[in-house]
């Protein structure tokens, strides 16, 4: 396939071109192993396609993707970056990693429990060990210099893909966001249990989504603490609730109305959108493509809402929380990656118990045999894949210690909220949206069976967001709401949030190059709880909340994985 970033040429084998409505773009769909779609397409009867990844940019297509200490380079830093400047972890010793093997069994298993639970004397624990970290040399892989840096490495340019050294490994925004989170602190965790000399410490989760922990522990927030780091928002100190929706305007929600919010946005990313791997997860990033395909659910939110309430808003970068390359260097880091780790398992049980057939992970090999690079706890170098990561009890360790509170926070409509759309103006894609925009999008299938909707994830994308990738980006999207103004910001009108930290890509003119990516929302229950399921068009309202964005187009597609 000869590809250009964001367009495709066909292989020579069976296709379809489509005219996408309400986008001026046409689109190539070809058969392929990926997960297929029904085109939502006014008159046209439906087709099987296949949903395409982002476009290729090497000359090696396909596949796994891997990365070397042999490509690591000096990152792409936002203007007015913090230092230190660079981010690859020293040299290995040996000429090669070696390959991940699991744990013995025989092995404690660690328990890992909220930061509201486990209590002072435990609490005391993680901060010796982010002190004795701190204490380590530089150089010193294992250091909390080069920890901090492994998320900057991996999330600025700085690895390049094997195979294709012209392309970044970007972990954001793809399928590799939970994987890759999940090995770093798997290492992160075994380091620390190694320099305290305790083989069952276990890393204390950040329990934001629950209300006992919705609020920045205050062990953190001690300035005598290693675990405190002055480049946080001040505002945000405990007992400040925190605001899984935060963009840069703080609420003046009551602490009642402020859990309810964060509850019902977790419902939201955890159940209502993420009925199948690619909307959880994120997109498919295959070597040889382009970086940020597509994030997933959680990382839009809460994952990046919670970064940027604990950055500094007050910077450009908003660090140390709120931009990829310097938020490893803040202590709390750590545990709120716990609770994303957490949510993991936590989204593959709510389906198990539920019922719900798309809460399962991927089964691609391109997935599963991808892999990444660590320090362990002897300083040796492990190349660790993705199949290695599945497991928690096989990685020893597991999570306890909360419920899961948001599974019945499903969010109510809004009363008497206009559907007229007799005064729709004609929207011309791609367009800037640095206003609200409203669009009417054609459905191809209403009034579908029960077996139709669980065979087929109505999915609304979003594709070829463009943005500055010096700036904090947020849109909110609302379905059947053009009086988006009357919605609470928990509203079930409310269908998702995009929001993008900053990101450190720099062309060196001093401009920001453009980051391009993709967005889905799914339908299947929303449509449902709008009792919209019947009509043959739905309204799609664009609000800009922060930063500007550019978009290509809007669809409509019909999912099963």
Same mark, same amino acid.
């Not at 996408?20 to 099987?48: E, F, H, K, Q």
């Given at each position: 396939?000869?590809?250009?970033?964001?367009?495709?040429?066909?292989?020579?084998?069976?296709?379809?071109?489509?005219?996408?409505?309400?986008?001026?773009?046409?689109?190539?769909?070809?058969?392929?192993?990926?997960s297929?779609?029904?085109?939502?397409?006014?008159?046209?009867?439906?087709?099987i396609? *296949?949903?395409?990844?982002?476009?290729?940019?090497?000359?090696?297509v396909?596949?796994?993707?891997?990365? %070397?200490?042999?490509?690591?380079?000096?990152?792409?830093?936002?203007? @007015?970056?913090?230092?230190?400047?660079?981010?690859?972890?020293?040299?290995?010793?040996?000429s090669?990693?070696?390959n991940?093997?699991?744990?013995?069994?025989?092995?404690?298993?660690?328990?890992?429990?909220?930061?509201?639970?486990?209590?002072?004397?435990?609490?005391?624990?993680?901060?010796?060990a982010?002190?004795?970290?701190?204490?380590?040399p530089?150089?010193?892989?294992r250091?909390?210099?080069?920890?901090?840096?492994?998320?900057?490495?991996?999330?600025?340019?700085?690895?390049?893909?094997?195979? @294709?050294?012209?392309?970044? &490994?970007?972990?954001?925004? *793809?399928?590799?966001?939970?994987? /890759?989170?999940?090995?770093?602190?798997?290492f992160? !965790?075994?380091?620390?249990?190694?320099?305290?000399?305790?083989?069952?410490?276990?890393?204390?989760?950040?329990?934001?989504?629950?209300p006992?922990?919705?609020?920045?522990?205050?062990?953190?927030?001690?300035?005598?603490?290693?675990?405190?780091?002055?480049?946080?928002?001040?505002?945000?100190?405990?007992?400040?609730?925190?605001?899984?929706? /935060?963009?840069?305007?703080?609420?003046?929600?009551?602490?009642?109305?402020?859990?309810?919010?964060?509850?019902?946005?977790?419902?939201?990313?955890?159940?209502?959108?993420?009925?199948?791997? %690619?909307?959880?997860?994120?997109?498919?990033?295959?070597?040889?493509?382009?970086?940020?395909?597509?994030?997933?659910t959680?990382e839009? %939110?809460?994952? @990046?809402?919670?970064?940027?309430?604990?950055?500094?808003?007050?910077?450009? @970068?908003?660090?140390?929380?709120?931009t990829y390359?310097?938020?490893?260097?803040?202590?709390?880091?750590?545990?709120?990656h *716990?609770?994303i780790?957490?949510?993991?398992?936590?989204?593959?049980?709510?389906?198990?118990?539920?019922?719900y057939?798309?809460?399962?992970?991927?089964?691609?090999?391109d997935?599963?045999?991808?892999?990444?690079?660590?320090?362990d706890?002897? *300083?040796?170098?492990?190349?660790?894949?993705?199949?290695?990561?599945?497991?928690t009890?096989?990685?020893?360790?597991?999570?306890?210690?909360?419920? &899961?509170p948001?599974?019945d926070?499903?969010?109510?409509?809004?009363?008497n909220?206009?559907?007229?759309?007799?005064?729709?103006?004609?929207?011309?894609?791609?367009?800037?949206?640095?206003?609200?925009?409203?669009?009417?999008?054609?459905?191809?299938?209403?009034?579908?069976?029960?077996e139709?909707?669980?065979?087929?994830?109505?999915?609304?994308?979003?594709?070829?967001?463009?943005?500055?990738?010096?700036?904090?980006?947020?849109?909110d999207?609302?379905?059947?709401?053009?009086e988006?103004?009357?919605?609470?910001?928990?509203?079930?009108?409310?269908?998702?949030?995009?929001?993008?930290?900053?990101h450190?890509?720099?062309?060196?003119?001093?401009?920001?190059?453009?980051?391009?990516?993709?967005?889905?929302v799914?339908?299947? !229950?929303?449509?449902?709880?709008?009792?919209a399921?019947?009509?043959?068009?739905?309204?799609?309202?664009?609000?800009?909340?922060?930063?500007?964005?550019?978009?290509?187009?809007?669809?409509?597609?019909?999912?099963?994985?």
């Amino acid at each position: 396939m000869a590809c250009s970033r964001g367009a495709c040429a066909p292989l020579a084998v069976a296709a379809c071109v489509f005219l996408v409505l309400c986008a001026v773009a046409t689109v190539v769909y070809t058969s392929s192993s990926l997960s297929t779609a029904l085109l939502a397409v006014s008159g046209l009867r439906p087709y099987i396609a *296949s949903l395409t990844t982002n476009g290729s940019g090497g000359t090696n297509v396909g596949g796994s993707l891997h990365t %070397s200490l042999h490509t690591c380079r000096k990152p792409k830093l936002p203007p @007015n970056p913090l230092p230190p400047f660079y981010c690859c972890p020293p040299a290995s010793s040996s000429s090669e990693p070696i390959n991940f093997t699991l744990p013995d069994p025989v092995e404690p298993l660690r328990v890992r429990r909220p930061v509201h639970g486990v209590g002072a004397e435990y609490m005391a624990k993680y901060e010796r060990a982010i002190a004795l970290m701190k204490a380590l040399p530089h150089t010193d892989p294992r250091s909390f210099y080069q920890m901090a840096n492994i998320h900057c490495a991996y999330c600025t340019g700085s690895y390049r893909q094997t195979g @294709n050294p012209e392309l970044d &490994m970007q972990i954001h925004f *793809s399928w590799f966001f939970f994987p /890759f989170h999940r090995a770093y602190l798997y290492f992160f !965790e075994r380091i620390a249990a190694k320099l305290l000399g305790e083989p069952d410490f276990a890393l204390p989760f950040w329990s934001w989504d629950v209300p006992e922990g919705m609020r920045m522990p205050p062990e953190f927030a001690n300035s005598s603490s290693p675990l405190y780091d002055p480049v946080r928002n001040p505002r945000h100190a405990p007992p400040r609730l925190v605001d899984l929706g /935060f963009v840069g305007v703080e609420s003046n929600r009551t602490d009642e109305q402020q859990i309810q919010h964060n509850l019902r946005t977790m419902y939201k990313q955890m159940i209502g959108n993420a009925a199948l791997p %690619s909307l959880f997860h994120g997109q498919p990033f295959r070597a040889g493509q382009f970086d940020k395909p597509g994030p997933g659910t959680v990382e839009l %939110s809460p994952h @990046n809402t919670v970064h940027t309430w604990t950055g500094d808003i007050a910077l450009t @970068n908003v660090e140390n929380m709120g931009t990829y390359y310097s938020a490893g260097r803040d202590p709390l880091f750590y545990p709120h990656h *716990s609770n994303i780790d957490r949510l993991w398992e936590a989204w593959r049980q709510v389906g198990a118990a539920h019922g719900y057939r798309g809460h399962v992970d991927f089964v691609d090999p391109d997935w599963l045999d991808s892999s990444f690079l660590f320090y362990d706890e002897e *300083s040796r170098l492990v190349r660790i894949t993705v199949r290695d990561v599945l497991d928690t009890e096989k990685l020893r360790y597991k999570f306890d210690g909360v419920g &899961m509170p948001w599974v019945d926070a499903r969010p109510p409509t809004t009363p008497n909220v206009s559907k007229n759309k007799a005064l729709l103006k004609s929207v011309r894609f791609p367009l800037s949206l640095h206003k609200v925009v409203t669009v009417e999008v054609r459905r191809l299938q209403v009034l579908r069976s029960t077996e139709e909707k669980e065979a087929r994830e109505e999915v609304l994308v979003i594709e070829g967001i463009e943005t500055d990738g010096t700036q904090m980006v947020k849109f909110d999207v609302y379905v059947n709401a053009m009086e988006h103004k009357k919605v609470e910001p928990s509203g079930r009108e409310l269908a998702g949030s995009y929001m993008c930290l900053s990101h450190p890509r720099i062309d060196g003119t001093g401009k920001g190059m453009i980051v391009e990516t993709s967005m889905r929302v799914a339908l299947n !229950e929303l449509l449902e709880d709008l009792d919209a399921d019947g009509d043959e068009t739905v309204t799609v309202t664009l609000v800009p909340r922060h930063g500007r964005a550019k978009i290509r187009s809007l669809r409509i597609v019909y999912m099963v994985e």
